[in-house]
């Protein structure tokens, strides 16, 4: 069994390049979640998907922003010409829908990303 | 508004003792989820506890204890005989009757040895 993953964990790039990160969640869950996470902050909530519907969207997330989940499995968030204001911690989590009980939502390691 | 509030910026306190960690929601609600997560230096956020809104009992975990109170809308988490491995910042979160978690600022907890 394993928990959900996310790659690359650290990525540097120049201002103005476009980067991808990938997201696994656990796999028999149906709900995938992004987060931001700046520096001396909690996590903020960017959007999230039930299978591979996108239900709702953060104004966090700006037009440069774009998350994907083709299959209902794996999330790809893109984030085109990168400024130094995205550098954070991109987190991303899953749950099971489970109507009428409390839901946990499960974390993976985060990818952190710096913009020079 | 619905918010999480984490007042505790830092504690410190030496190993052995106890601790505890306030949380304080907002919400208009009637349900709603409360969760605390811990996260470690490296950084992954790890789930500790989900409580919701009817279900008031106190819950333990080993060294660890949760008092949830709906009359002063806390609920706080509790760390005893506190250890060097509980060093980390510690986030309360809530579902407000929607699917995105409400993060509090996260108090960061050093035990010091």
């Known amino acids: 069994d394993t928990g959900v993953s996310q790659d690359p964990r650290h990525k540097i790039t120049k201002r103005g390049q476009n980067v991808t990160f990938r997201c696994d969640p656990i796999?028999?869950?149906?709900?995938l979640y992004w987060y931001r996470q700046t520096l001396g902050q909690g996590p903020e909530f960017l959007t999230y998907?039930?299978?591979?519907?996108?239900?709702?969207k953060s104004r966090l997330l700006s037009d440069r922003f774009s998350a994907e989940r083709p299959k209902g499995s794996f999330s790809t968030l893109e984030i085109q010409r990168t400024e130094q204001g995205d550098s954070a911690m991109y987190l991303c989590?899953?749950?099971?829908?489970?109507?009428?009980?409390?839901?946990?939502?499960?974390f993976g390691p985060g990818t952190r990303l710096t913009v020079l | 508004a619905q918010k999480v509030t984490q007042a505790q910026t830092e504690i410190s306190v030496v190993e052995k003792e106890d601790v505890t960690l306030d949380c304080v929601y907002e919400?208009?609600?009637?349900?709603?989820?409360l969760f605390w997560y811990k996260q470690p230096p490296s950084g992954e956020l790890v789930f500790l506890i989900r409580?919701?809104?009817?279900?008031?009992q106190n819950e333990i975990s080993g060294r660890y204890s949760w008092n949830f109170q709906k009359s002063t809308s806390s609920f706080n988490f509790t760390i005893t005989a506190s250890q060097v491995v509980d060093s980390a910042v510690y986030f309360c979160?809530?579902?407000?009757?929607?699917?995105?978690?409400?993060f509090g600022t996260g108090t960061r907890l050093t035990i010091i040895p």
């Open positions: 796999s028999e869950h149906n709900r």
């Open positions: 919400t208009r609600d009637t349900t709603y989820y």
């Open positions: 979160a809530s579902l407000f009757g929607n699917e995105k978690l409400t």
């Open positions: 989590a899953s749950s099971l829908e489970n109507d009428g009980v409390g839901r946990g939502q499960f």
């Open positions: 409580r919701n809104s009817f279900d008031e």
């Open positions: 998907f039930q299978n591979e519907a996108q239900l709702e």
